[in-house]
């Protein structure tokens, strides 16, 4: 079964300090993988996603992914971060013969401090 | 939101009467899904549809059902409210990116049953 899990329920950071949002996977074949965040009263909002290839990924607002498929992570990260950083962070995986279902994680909340 | 609007965004029932969540789309999109969001268990999937008239369960689907008669609404109903549906509804829909498919989210459906 697919499964995604995000270990920490929050994380603190200073701003303008590397902020590191973790996630690990388990899926059948090999996945593809998201990062979403969601603002307060708001839906989710794509950031990023690993297909193939070079295993940083870049996406929105400075924020990049490391994929590691011996240690089956995909995490978060970003060199400097920003009070307005602060958001809920879902990471989703899917099997490449799925159909089009994702399996998200729990959820991390992070919270930058001024 | 992805051109994605959910009706109503707030809602209050009472246990046993039927609620009826809306989502309407503008672009065309063949794939939709209804989410629940609860604190601990990020989104779970309850229904998705492929098409018109086509739809398939998720993984929490006890206790909905989903219509899809026309490509740009995606209804979700909970026949017989009780309180462990009350959660915040989203309504994602898939857009095919460098060959992978993306979800996009709606603002979501506050849905409390007392």
């Known amino acids: 079964a697919q499964s995604v899990a995000q270990p920490e329920d929050q994380v603190n950071v200073a701003e303008g300090n590397p902020l590191t949002v973790k996630c690990t996977y388990s899926?059948?074949?090999?996945?593809?993988l998201f990062w979403y965040v969601q603002y307060p009263n708001r839906g989710l909002q794509f950031l990023l996603k690993y297909i193939t290839g070079d295993n940083l990924v870049k996406g929105s607002y400075g924020f990049e992914a490391e994929f590691n498929k011996s240690q089956t992570s995909f995490h978060l990260k970003k060199p400097s971060a920003l009070v307005s950083d602060s958001a809920l962070y879902f990471c989703?995986?899917?099997?490449?013969?799925?159909?089009?279902?994702?399996?998200f994680g729990s959820g991390t909340r992070l919270l930058v401090r001024p | 939101d992805a051109g994605i609007t959910q009706s109503p965004r707030h809602k209050v029932t009472e246990t046993g009467t039927p609620v009826t969540l809306r989502c309407h789309q503008t672009?065309?999109?063949?794939?939709m899904y209804w989410y629940r969001q609860d604190p601990g268990h990020g989104l779970r999937l309850i229904h998705y549809?492929?098409?018109?008239?086509?739809?398939d369960k998720g993984e929490v689907s006890d206790g909905y059902s989903v219509s899809r008669s026309k490509t740009e609404d995606f209804l979700l109903t909970l026949e017989s409210a009780t309180s462990s549906q009350t959660s915040v509804y989203f309504c994602?829909?898939?857009?095919?990116?460098?060959?992978?498919?993306?979800?996009?989210f709606g603002p979501g459906t506050r849905l409390t049953v007392t």
């Open positions: 994602a829909i898939s857009v095919l990116e460098a060959g992978v498919d993306e979800q996009y």
């Open positions: 549809s492929y098409g018109v008239k086509d739809t």
């Open positions: 989703a995986v899917r099997d490449r013969d799925s159909s089009y279902k994702l399996i």
């Open positions: 899926v059948s074949g090999n996945p593809y």
């Open positions: 672009e065309n999109h063949r794939y």
